[in-house]
């Protein structure tokens, strides 16, 4: 057994996350009385922040290099960063948000290998690929971590002492189905015998992924996995695995008995990867290596009393249904074996398919996310892969529906709406702002019952984002936005403003109320909307998305198209 450290050196970037500071909405003081939800949705901003001294901490899974991303990839960054983004909405500056790659495994080495180029090369070359994704999707995150950091290598074979010296690692000779592709052993009850449609060759198969197993004969160090049934079962009692649809599948598992689990392999087959401490004959599993990413970036290995400093334990790990069995059974038992804070929910989202199949990078199935966005514009494919994407099934992939759904919702929608209320009135939103507030005389029946719709919206959405289901959340921003076209049609305001100035200012608030709610999901055109209705950016955050909450906009505002036609000669 390797000897422990005495020691450990302070993380290099740590200091920075704790200096980072995110712009923040300050709301200025109301010249009106407001209703009550105002005051509750304020008081649930203040208990959001100041509920834990720790930060707010969010992660995708870091991804996997050998290939370029597709749009499955700027799916999950979209999802994150919309959480993220809410948090911030709510008054939490202080959120943390984790992306970053997976640098390591037999997949990077054999991928290296093909291209014919130094492995860190390609490695640099791939990340910068991910990384230029994050950006231009207008992802918010707080730190891109890589697993070939000197100071990730560091915590995971400092993790890796820790489980060995609590016992729960030892060496045995391990033989099963190993699947290259997917990174790790299947028992025999989880492959099959398949024929190849390419080349007509009979080949074993993962039966969960397709993929190609081989036989393997080795000895290597093993983690202790099936002592720990009994708690991962109770673990899945309290919500830890959202949506419960996936739940089922990973509790069936566990009750069938766990097997201890392969960590390492020997370095004949793996050299790309994290030495086992004082073993240089073996090199860690990429999914054990990969998976203490997490806890890098939250400072680990911790200084005693300040474990939660940096976020952890995460409150959102967001994952694709395909790598559930890694972050809800071994990273669980992982934490479990050394007394680590579990996360506090494992988000599941489905696949997006083209074609009704799995999009892949091996089989080329898949769509160019920056040739999507460049097509659509950013915050286009951030609304339809949130409005679209599957949580408890998968979605498909099809440009004809981005064009529907940003002609109905966005366009003739949102678009349309806020361009009419403005030149409706002609110059006077402000104006006829103000006497609606003040005047209620001139309220019909119809105006009543959209109100009421109206100053439920925020509280609807937010019980959406709450159970993290940003789906539904912008599904109840889109339904709504449907209900106002309605209203302000049948309305006719244009027939007598004065008369009907109450339907302008109705319409007004809704486009405000809207347009707040969806920043985590548009951020620039969100910000588009509140300046054509002149709402100040002091005026911008959840607490103000409530009915009459500002009685200051309306001012100088813009009748620019905001949704333009998509260019159509692609």
């Keep these: 057994m390797a000897n422990m450290r005495g020691g450990f050196r302070a993380l290099p970037w ?48 870091i991804f996997y290099v050998n290939a370029a991303p597709h749009v499955g990839h700027l799916y999950t960054m979209v999802i994150a960063d919309v959480l993220k983004r809410w948090r911030t909405l709510l008054g939490d500056n202080e959120a943390q948000l984790l992306t970053g790659t997976d640098e390591h495994g037999m997949k990077i080495q054999q991928a290296a290998q093909a291209a014919g180029i130094d492995t860190q090369e390609f490695c640099d070359r791939n990340c910068k690929t991910f990384k230029d994704l994050a950006q231009v999707a207008n992802m918010d995150y707080n730190y891109f971590i890589r697993t070939t950091e000197p100071a990730h290598k560091d915590a995971v074979q400092y993790f890796w002492e820790m489980l060995q010296h609590r016992g729960y690692i030892y060496t045995s000779k391990h ?29 074993m198969v993962s039966v969960e992924t397709n993929k190609e197993v081989e036989w393997s004969s080795e000895t290597n160090y093993h983690f202790r996995l099936s002592a720990f049934q009994d708690r991962l079962l109770e673990l899945y009692k309290t919500g830890f695995i959202t949506p419960e649809h996936y739940a089922g599948d990973v509790i069936k598992t566990v009750t069938s008995g766990l097997t201890d689990l392969s960590i390492s392999r020997p370095v004949e087959r793996l050299t790309w990867g994290v030495p086992v401490p004082g073993d240089n004959t073996q090199t860690i599993y990429v ?55 579990l996360p506090k929910n494992v ?7 083209m ?10 199935n898949v769509v160019n996310p920056f040739f999507a966005i460049d097509r659509f514009g950013v915050d286009t494919m951030r609304f339809f892969l949130t409005y679209r994407g599957g949580f408890a099934s998968d979605a498909d992939y099809d440009n004809a529906h981005i064009i529907r759904d940003y002609n109905k919702f966005l366009q003739k929608g949102i678009g349309n709406i806020a361009r009419r209320n403005i030149v409706c009135a002609k110059g006077e939103l402000r104006t006829y702002i103000v006497n609606a507030l003040n005047d209620v005389s001139k309220v019909t029946e119809e105006d009543k019952i959209f109100q009421a719709e109206l100053e439920q919206l925020s509280t609807k959405v937010t019980n959406h984002m709450e159970a993290l289901n940003p789906r539904a959340a912008v599904e109840e921003i889109m339904e709504f936005t449907l209900q106002t076209q309605k209203y302000f049609h049948n309305s006719e305001p244009w027939t007598d403003r004065d008369l009907k100035q109450r339907v302008l200012f109705n319409v007004a608030e809704s486009m405000r109320i809207v347009a707040i709610l969806l920043q985590p999901f548009m951020p620039t055109k969100a910000g588009e909307i509140l300046d054509a209705f002149g709402v100040s950016p002091s005026k911008r955050n959840l607490s103000e998305a409530v009915y009459a909450s500002d009685p200051d906009y309306g001012e100088n505002v813009d009748k620019k198209i905001l949704f333009p036609p998509l260019v159509s000669n692609w």
């Excluded at 492959?191 to 009979?202: E, I, M, N, Q, Y």
């Excluded at 988000?347 to 398919?353: D, E, I, N």
């Design 287 to 341: 999914w054990l290596d990969a998976l203490v990413n997490y806890l890098t970036k939250a400072g680990y290995p911790f200084t005693p009393g300040q474990e939660s400093r940096l976020g952890w334990p995460a409150d959102v790990h967001i994952v694709g249904k395909d790598i559930v069995r890694f972050h809800c059974v071994y990273w669980p038992a992982f934490l479990m074996a050394l007394d680590l804070p």
């Design 347 to 353: 988000l599941v989202h489905g696949h997006w398919t």
């Design 355 to 364: 074609n009704r199949e799995k999009m892949s990078k091996s089989t080329g």
């Design 175 to 203: 033989e099963g189905w190993y699947s290259v592709s997917d990174e790790t052993f299947y028992p025999q009850s989880q492959v099959h015998l398949s024929l190849d449609p390419a080349t007509g060759r009979k080949r």
């Design 14 to 61: 740590a200091n920075q996350l704790l200096s980072y500071q995110r712009p923040s909405w300050k709301c200025a003081s109301c010249k009106i009385a407001r209703p009550a939800a105002i005051h509750s949705l304020r008081q649930h901003a203040t208990t959001s922040e100041g509920a834990s001294s720790k930060p707010y901490y969010i992660t995708t899974p």
